[in-house]
């Protein structure tokens, strides 16, 4: 349970800190949205290393199913756009792709 939460915590700072850029970038706020972004992404870094998984690429697949997940939770909840039956299939697949990953025995 303790690397699931991490894994959420891993993939909102990864998407703030990548979303303050876009801000920067897209939307026209101040340069100084890259700051807390900064930190945000140091934050992302840092808090994958503590996920109990003895490969760090593994460590990287999982996350990616989880990612997507919170990618589309952040699109709803900060971007104001659901997501759409395509969102949500492909998301459901990614997810099972990465259990399996999780889950899978171990020789």
């Given amino acids: 349970m303790t690397s699931f939460i991490f894994y959420l ?3 909102f700072a990864e998407i703030a800190g990548c ?7 897209r939307l026209g706020k ?5 700051i ?16 109990d998984v003895d490969m760090a690429g593994r460590a990287y697949a999982i ?10 939770i952040w699109l709803w909840a900060v971007e104001d756009t ?12 990614c997810l099972l792709g990465a259990s399996i990953i ?5 020789s």
């Avoid at 659901?82 to 697949?93: E, F, V």
């Fill in 9 to 11: 915590l891993a993939a």
């Fill in 19 to 25: 979303f303050s850029f876009w801000a920067w970038v």
């Fill in 30 to 34: 101040t340069p100084l949205w890259i």
């Fill in 36 to 51: 807390p972004g900064t930190f945000s992404l140091l934050f992302f870094a840092w808090i994958l290393t503590k996920i």
């Fill in 63 to 72: 996350y990616g199913g989880i990612y997507i997940i919170c990618s589309l």
């Fill in 82 to 93: 659901p997501p759409d039956k395509w969102d949500i299939t492909g998301a459901i697949i």
């Fill in 102 to 106: 999780l889950f899978a025995p171990r």
